[in-house]
């Protein structure tokens, strides 16, 4: 089979990744390797869609590649397939099916995103910068909006950006309709534009309350997961969920698991415990899911080369220290990578504890008495 190499792929999806300096050389090499890996262990399927794989598409698929690598590296010598067609027409595929002795390991990964609310806020600010690319006024300008700002206000907002943008620069402007608020700052440019070019934001107007918004978005996500598994775990058959988690705290990912925290008063004391409403607690999911296994990337994050950082910054029309600091604020990262690895135990198949063990190398195994404090756990 023919490949094409990692440089064409991330050129293919987006050639900026490279000449912005957010793709290194180091990544691209590494992907080479990589693809070598998959194709040696009979995963050419992975590696083609990783090929035509397409924005978000793209990046689920990296996971999925990262963790292929992962296991046939810990496994040199046993059995793993990506996808294998099912006995049972109609039935989802397994993402991977490991077989080790008698024992097979169905695992499903899924990469989690951000939350809906970020998602669309992000394309309604995208929304704002293209349509402002039409007002021929050559400043840039910065935006925040309120947390409950309704994006049926975007014409409003974008005829109060036009209007302000005639006023003197580096002067704060607020729009309050309706009690959807917005600050707006003109910048003076260091060089000649052709049209006002949104910069991005200022510090946010107030915080957003997320409590449990996360931890219901991770059981949609293992729930929708947990469907590709067409019969409970066993003795001989391992269901496992494993979860690209950078961007997911641990308390939130105990509490969709193991069920939210709770505080109990009693005999003057306080007690703290978990209430019965997590995953675990599921009887149709528990059955069928014996862990879950949670992945974070090890390298640190990737910044990109000075020099390169200075040469985005003057496309960007921003200083490099501005630059270097949306970068971070982006989260750029090594996107090929290893990762840690948590296992988060079902207790229903505390019997298969170390039947699970035996799929990677596991930095901690965590369980319901345990509790996130920083970034450790404690009983």
Same mark, same amino acid.
């Given at each position: 089979?023919?490949?094409?190499?990692?440089?064409?792929?991330?050129?293919?999806?987006?050639?900026?990744?490279?000449s912005r300096g957010?793709?290194? *050389?180091?990544? &691209?090499?590494?992907?080479?390797?990589?693809m070598? +890996?998959?194709? !040696?262990?009979? $995963?050419? /399927? %992975?590696? @083609?869609?990783?090929?035509?794989?397409r924005?978000?598409?793209?990046?689920?698929?990296?996971?999925?590649?990262?963790?292929?690598?992962?296991?046939?590296?810990?496994?040199?010598?046993?059995?793993?397939?990506?996808?294998?067609?099912s006995?049972?027409?109609? *039935?989802?595929? &397994?993402?991977?099916?490991m077989?080790?002795?008698? +024992?097979?390991? !169905?695992i499903q $990964?899924? /990469? %989690?995103? @951000?939350?809906?609310?970020?998602?669309?806020?992000?394309?309604?600010l995208?929304?704002?910068?293209?349509?402002?690319?039409?007002?021929?006024?050559?400043?840039r300008?910065?935006?925040?909006?309120?947390?409950?700002f309704?994006?049926?206000?975007?014409?409003?907002?974008?005829?109060?950006?036009k209007?302000?943008?005639?006023?003197?620069?580096?002067?704060?402007?607020n729009?309050?309709?309706?009690?959807?608020?917005?600050?707006?700052?003109?910048?003076?440019?260091?060089?000649?534009?052709?049209?006002?070019t949104?910069?991005?934001?200022?510090?946010?107007?107030?915080?957003?309350?997320?409590t449990?918004?996360?931890?219901?978005?991770?059981?949609?996500?293992?729930r929708?997961?947990?469907?590709?598994?067409?019969?409970?775990?066993?003795?001989?058959?391992?269901?496992?969920?494993?979860?690209?988690?950078?961007?997911?705290?641990?308390?939130?990912?105990?509490d969709?698991?193991?069920?939210?925290?709770?505080?109990?008063?009693?005999?003057?004391?306080?007690?703290?415990?978990?209430?019965?409403?997590?995953?675990?607690?599921?009887?149709?999911?528990?059955?069928?899911?014996?862990?879950?296994?949670?992945?974070?990337?090890?390298?640190?994050?990737?910044?990109?080369?000075?020099a390169?950082?200075?040469?985005?910054?003057?496309?960007?029309?921003i200083?490099a220290?501005?630059?270097?600091?949306?970068l971070?604020?982006?989260?750029?990262?090594?996107?090929?990578?290893?990762?840690?690895?948590?296992?988060?135990?079902?207790?229903?198949?505390?019997?298969?504890?170390?039947?699970i063990?035996?799929?990677l190398?596991?930095?901690m195994?965590?369980?319901?008495?345990?509790?996130?404090?920083?970034?450790?756990?404690?009983?």
């Amino acid at each position: 089979m023919i490949r094409i190499s990692a440089k064409q792929i991330f050129l293919d999806v987006d050639h900026l990744l490279i000449s912005r300096g957010i793709i290194s *050389e180091k990544d &691209i090499s590494r992907l080479d390797e990589n693809m070598t +890996l998959l194709h !040696n262990r009979g $995963m050419d /399927k %992975l590696n @083609k869609r990783l090929e035509e794989a397409r924005g978000k598409t793209f990046w689920d698929t990296i996971a999925e590649h990262n963790f292929a690598v992962k296991l046939c590296r810990q496994h040199p010598s046993i059995s793993i397939s990506y996808e294998p067609e099912s006995p049972n027409q109609g *039935e989802r595929p &397994i993402d991977f099916v490991m077989k080790k002795g008698s +024992l097979t390991f !169905n695992i499903q $990964m899924k /990469k %989690l995103s @951000k939350l809906e609310w970020d998602n669309r806020r992000d394309k309604f600010l995208m929304r704002i910068k293209e349509e402002t690319k039409n007002i021929k006024i050559g400043k840039r300008f910065e935006l925040s909006l309120s947390v409950d700002f309704d994006e049926g206000m975007f014409e409003q907002l974008v005829e109060f950006i036009k209007e302000k943008a005639q006023l003197d620069a580096e002067q704060i402007h607020n729009f309050d309709s309706q009690g959807n608020r917005a600050e707006v700052r003109f910048l003076v440019p260091s060089k000649q534009l052709l049209e006002l070019t949104y910069a991005g934001g200022m510090t946010a107007l107030e915080a957003r309350d997320i409590t449990g918004e996360d931890s219901g978005q991770i059981k949609k996500s293992i729930r929708n997961a947990a469907g590709a598994f067409a019969h409970p775990s066993g003795q001989n058959s391992i269901n496992l969920i494993a979860m690209e988690a950078d961007n997911k705290q641990d308390i939130d990912i105990c509490d969709a698991l193991f069920g939210a925290e709770a505080i109990f008063a009693g005999d003057g004391k306080h007690y703290w415990s978990r209430k019965d409403d997590g995953m675990f607690f599921d009887r149709c999911f528990a059955e069928k899911v014996a862990g879950v296994i949670v992945l974070r990337r090890k390298e640190e994050p990737y910044i990109p080369p000075f020099a390169k950082v200075e040469a985005l910054a003057k496309r960007l029309d921003i200083s490099a220290d501005e630059c270097m600091r949306v970068l971070q604020q982006q989260g750029i990262i090594r996107c090929i990578c290893d990762y840690d690895a948590l296992l988060y135990k079902n207790d229903k198949f505390e019997h298969l504890l170390e039947e699970i063990k035996a799929v990677l190398q596991f930095d901690m195994v965590i369980d319901r008495k345990m509790r996130p404090k920083g970034s450790n756990f404690t009983l």
